[in-house]
């Protein structure tokens, strides 16, 4: 089955910089990938998803890279706020209906 | 928008006791799904379907049962509840295999 690897765990920066957050997966049929964003008492909601006949993607600040050769895509938010202070799950299907998840990674925006 | 409701924020309940968790989505959706999420673990699936009475073992199936009698309608079952299944629970949708999962806000519960 897929393996979704997500790196880092926890991430601070500071209000205004960028961050990137790192996924490897283990399939290289893998060929959809999406973000979700977690706020504190809610469920996963998706932020922006990428699919293997591209190479990246961009929703205002947020964007997704992919590396197909290298089996990693990573998420990148540029002039972050307060706001984006959230866990956020990168994942790649494990089979046609099943996505595997990354293990999170928890944002932290200081003003 | 899409909508995906689970029946209830927090539940507790005792252990040995049948649990039963209500997931409904309004989109005529063909998959449905149940994660439970635990610090550090990440979402892990526990169950799937992805048509009216069908169902797959997900990867921590054991514990569980699920039911999917309507569409609409995917329902979680804990058997004989254990402490270890304190977690929380979230049910998500999905049109097809490669289309966005929608989560609802999940469950979080207790078993003392």
Known sequence: ?111 | DVKVTQSSRYLVKRTGEKVFLECVQDMDHENMFWYRQDPGLGLRLIYFSYDVKMKEKGDIPEGYSVSREKKERFSLILESASTNQTSMYLCASSFRGDQPQHFGDGTRLSIL
């Open chain 1, 1 to 111: 089955g897929e393996n979704v690897e997500q790196h880092p765990s926890t991430l601070s920066v500071q209000e205004g910089d960028s961050a990137v957050i790192k996924c490897t997966y283990s399939d290289s049929a893998s060929n959809y990938f999406p973000w979700y964003k977690q706020e504190l008492g809610k469920g996963p909601q998706l932020i922006i998803d990428i699919r293997s006949n591209v190479g990246e993607k961009k929703d205002q600040r947020i964007a997704v890279t992919l590396n197909k050769t290298a089996k990693h895509f990573s998420l990148h938010i540029t002039e972050t706020q307060p706001e984006d202070s959230a866990v956020y799950f990168c994942a790649a299907p494990s089979g046609y209906s099943t996505l595997t998840f990354g293990k999170g990674t928890m944002l932290l925006v200081s003003p």
